[in-house]
């Protein structure tokens, strides 16, 4: 699994690694009984604090999302597609929501939103198709 950490944004680096895993679940880029890298691993190939990383897995055990293998490390749970798909829609109408309260506070109407947002959407799916080529589990 590819991680992308934005070390000098707003959020932490452990809950960037909780919502990519989330996500992922979500996407069905990971799947139940799906191992994660250790934590020795993962904090290698980030170049991060491995406290960081168990931070992280921590939090995903604690949600439910990952549970650990004895003497294997940590493996997505095969529940865990309904709790990640809700945390997706969380965190998606989240965004939603403060973009929103943005636009209307800046004085957008209506139609340049919804204008905005139609060029948004067909820009990302643009970019996302080739991601998706060949992929038949969204038909």
């Not at 959020?11 to 799947?31: F, N």
């Not at 960081?52 to 493996?75: H, K």
């Not at 209307?104 to 643009?126: P, S």
């Amino acid at each position: 699994m590819f991680f992308s950490i934005e070390t000098s944004g707003d959020i932490p680096i452990y809950e960037q690694i909780v919502r990519q895993v989330k996500l992922a679940v979500a996407d069905g880029v990971l799947s139940g009984g799906q191992m994660l890298p250790s934590v020795r691993q993962l904090a290698a190939d980030l170049a991060i604090n491995s406290n960081t990383i168990a931070r992280a897995y921590q939090e995903l055990q604690n949600d439910r999302v990952l549970e650990p293998l004895r003497g294997r490390g940590m493996v997505v749970r095969r529940d865990a597609l309904a709790r990640c798909t809700k945390a997706r829609n969380t965190l998606v109408a989240d965004g939603v929501r403060r973009a929103l309260a943005d636009a209307i506070a800046g004085g957008m109407t209506r139609d340049e939103l919804r204008e905005l947002f139609e060029a948004e959407l067909a820009k990302q799916e643009k970019q996302t198709a080739p991601l998706h080529a060949g992929d038949d589990s969204c038909d």
